[in-house]
T-cell receptor
């Protein structure tokens, strides 16, 4: 299995809703990532988990809350989002550990989030 | 700091034309370099990579050579196809953080 899966594929939520995005990989990778991608822009790094511990938070607002329950799963909990948070949310994984710059990241297909 | 600069698009070519997308980088130390491709409505796929100077990455007819002296990693393909239409991102990896260029949208006309 050489893929990263993400659910749901599409999500529409109101500003008062609470929802979660899910990401899963079964490649034995020990680093997992959340990115946000706006239209016609490159992905922007949000969070990095290395060996199930949060290692990088790129000053992301607290209305985004990541969670790594085990080495295969990564969640992103969403609460009180704003319309400007509408974007494609991409999950990625890599062999890790931190400092192995030759390791490429494998990306999932993304969740397209719309906040009304 | 670390950064990647790639040519602005969109780039429009006819099928079977030669493709070059320029990419230069600024980085401390010796980063690994990547080209990722994003097809419409999809996530990013790794197209090719190079981890040290003079390495050549290649895949699906695409090639790029890690040039340390010019800090470049230009993407080339000898004969493009309509199915190559996508957005191409040049990127570098330092300490587990990928720095992306702004992306180049490629349109191939039949």
């Amino acid at each position: 299995d050489t893929e990263v899966t993400q659910t749901p594929k599409h999500l529409v939520m109101g500003m008062t809703n609470k929802k979660s995005l899910k990401c899963e990989q079964h490649m034995g990778h020990r680093a997992m990532y959340w990115y946000k991608q706006k239209a016609k822009k490159p992905p922007e790094l949000m969070f990095v988990y290395s060996y199930e511990k949060l290692s990088i938070n790129e000053s992301v607002p607290s209305r985004f809350s990541p969670e790594c329950p085990n080495s295969s799963l990564l969640n992103l909990h969403l609460h009180a989002l704003q319309p400007e948070d509408s974007a494609l949310y991409l999950c990625a994984s890599s062999r890790g550990p931190r400092g192995s710059s030759g390791n490429e990241q494998f990306f999932g297909p993304g969740t397209r989030l719309t906040v009304l | 700091g670390n950064s990647v600069t790639q040519m602005e698009g969109p780039v429009t070519l006819s099928e079977e034309a030669f493709l070059t997308i320029n990419c230069t980088y600024t980085a401390t130390g010796y980063p690994s370099l990547f080209w990722y491709v994003q097809y419409p409505g999809e996530g990013l796929q790794l197209l090719l990579k190079a981890t040290k100077a003079d390495d050549k990455g290649s895949n699906k007819g695409f090639e790029a050579t890690y040039r340390k002296e010019t800090t470049s990693f230009h993407l080339e393909k000898g004969s493009v196809q309509v199915s190559d239409s996508a957005v191409y991102f040049c990127a570098l990896n330092r300490d587990d953080k990928i720095i992306f260029g702004k992306g180049t949208r490629l349109h191939i006309l039949p």
